[in-house]
């Protein structure tokens, strides 16, 4: 659908983004992770046709964004961080200028218009200014005319900055239905947003792609090591000498609590999690120690996020991963 | 006209690409499928189609009023005068739409624009004069002896600063074009007026005389558009 290839940009000195590639494919929702000044905006202002790039490609449907650009142009529809709106017009009157500017008229218009409008659910608002409507409504006003002319790709540049938390869920169940019909891409550095709502994740740090995967198997990739932590009745010595036996443990950490309790991290590899539960937790039985509490801690998105954005160690990974893409 | 009528093509251009730029409405806007220099082209067009509704139903109305105060209707050659003032008005007025739009382009705040082009207004208004009178009389002193033989280049040289106005341009070739009495611009001396015949100039002849000032005035319009394209063109929109 959207093939990003060798894209570099340059503000004087400065690489905004360096010989970035990746493909969107049909039909899923992407998030577009990265800290500030990643280069985040710069690449979605390229996709979308605003910005010139220094070098490479971005092809739409085949269509190159800067050679071919109201072909490809009409398979994007975008909306920027901050919903631009005019704010003298009604919702109704500003679909109407941009449904134009898309190149619809008549009852194509019309039935467009009311269309994006049913499905924003912004239809009561319709003749209202939108200097009055809530941010909400904006951004869901913002949202219609990215999808008027029934564009194939939907971007999404941080859709749900500054709204409240009951706009934001709405807007999130907004995206997931959007991406039913639409591929949907979704910039955001809001991981927990990313993660309810992506299927597919490109993390991108210092203008370069670090990561492309599920949420799932980059935190299969990037967890090296499983913490299981338990709170048991024993002390510190006997529970070290009942985990003596046990295999696939690197570490152990104890913490002794009141009552005779003793707190236990032990760390293991990712793939051996849950045998050392069970290693454990029949250790503990035949002991007659009771387990009181005991769960698993893998590296969260949050973790990945930090690990590939900070740091040289983010620039060797980021290889890796962006090879693989 | 003259004086107040760049104030009309001045408000009309001063934010047409800055205030896009900062309500962050351009970028959406060229995201849209439409070619970017469609922005630009629009925001003259629109701007020069407002002035042209403006100039004509003023036309209109000034010229319906005058026909019922005095209740006689004007001739062809009338007409047409009328109208070649109309046409002069609104390529005068685009040429201060077309400067107002340069400094949208380059200017980031609509206020700086606004405040660079009242400035230019106001210098080539009201002061270009005095500095053309100014400059002339450095070149060529009209004090003492030699005073009488630079008369001439004086006056010639003050004419051709005072030409680089607009408004002087304009200021001339309507008092031309709505005077039939008016034969002649620029240097009359009494060769000139040697066996002429005492009558007052037909449209054609008028024409004649205004032709180079609209030709300017339309050239100084599109060459400011053109400024104002090739600025936009080159520059970065940025989200």
Known sequence: ?325 | MAFLGPLAGITLGFDAVNNERSQGTLNRLAAQPIYRDSIINAKFLAGASVIGMIVLTLGLYISGMGLLLIGIPPSVEEVLRITAFLLLAWVYICVWLALSVIFSVVCRHAATAALACISIWLFLSLFMSLVASGIAGMVYPLDGIEGFANMMSNYELNLALNRVSPYYLFSEAASTILNPNVRSIGVVTMASYDRAVASSLPFGESMLLIWPHLVVMAALAMAGFAAAYVSFMRQEIRA
């Not at chain 1, 219609?144 to 790709?153: M, N, R, S, T, Y």
């Not at chain 1, 993660?195 to 990739?221: H, P, R, Y």
């Open chain 1, 1 to 325: 659908m959207i093939e990003v290839s060798h894209l570099t940009k340059r503000y004087g000195d400065h690489t905004a983004v360096s010989d970035l590639s990746f493909t969107i494919e049909d039909g899923q929702i992407y998030g577009f992770l990265g800290p500030n000044g990643a280069g985040k905006s710069t690449t979605m202002n390229i996709m979308t046709g605003c910005l010139a790039a220094t070098s490479g490609e971005v092809k739409a449907g085949g269509h190159d964004i800067f050679e071919e650009s109201r072909q490809a142009k009409r398979m994007i529809g975008y909306l920027p961080e901050i919903p631009p709106l005019y704010p003298d017009r009604t919702p109704r009157e500003y679909l109407d200028f941009v449904g134009r500017a898309k190149g619809l008229t008549g009852k194509e218009l019309d039935g467009q218009v009311r269309h994006v409008m049913a499905v924003t659910q912004i239809t009561d608002m319709a003749d209202r200014l939108i200097e009055n409507l809530s941010k909400g409504y904006k951004q869901r006003v913002g949202i219609a005319q990215a999808l008027l002319g029934d564009p194939e790709v939907i971007i999404l540049d941080e859709p749900t900055v500054g709204l409240d938390p009951r706009q934001i869920i709405e807007i999130r169940d907004l995206i997931k239905s959007l991406g039913e019909k639409h591929t949907v891409i979704l910039s955001s550095h809001i991981l927990s947003e990313v993660q309810a709502v992506c299927q597919t994740i490109l993390i991108i740090s210092k203008g370069k792609l670090v990561a492309c995967d599920t949420a799932e198997n980059l935190e299969k990739l990037f967890a090296g090591t499983t913490t299981v932590e338990l709170t048991v009745e024993a002390s510190p010595r006997e529970a070290a000498e009942i985990l003596h036996a046990l295999g696939h443990i690197t570490g152990i950490r104890t913490e002794p609590l009141e009552d005779g309790q003793c707190r236990l991290l032990l760390d293991t590899d990712s793939e051996n999690g849950d045998t050392v539960c069970r290693d454990v937790f029949f250790a503990f039985s035949q002991a007659r120690r009771p387990i009181l509490r005991m769960n698993t801690t893998r590296a969260s998105l949050e973790d990945i996020f930090m690990e590939l954005t900070s740091g040289q160690d983010a620039e060797g990974a980021g290889k890796k991963e962006a090879d693989e893409v």
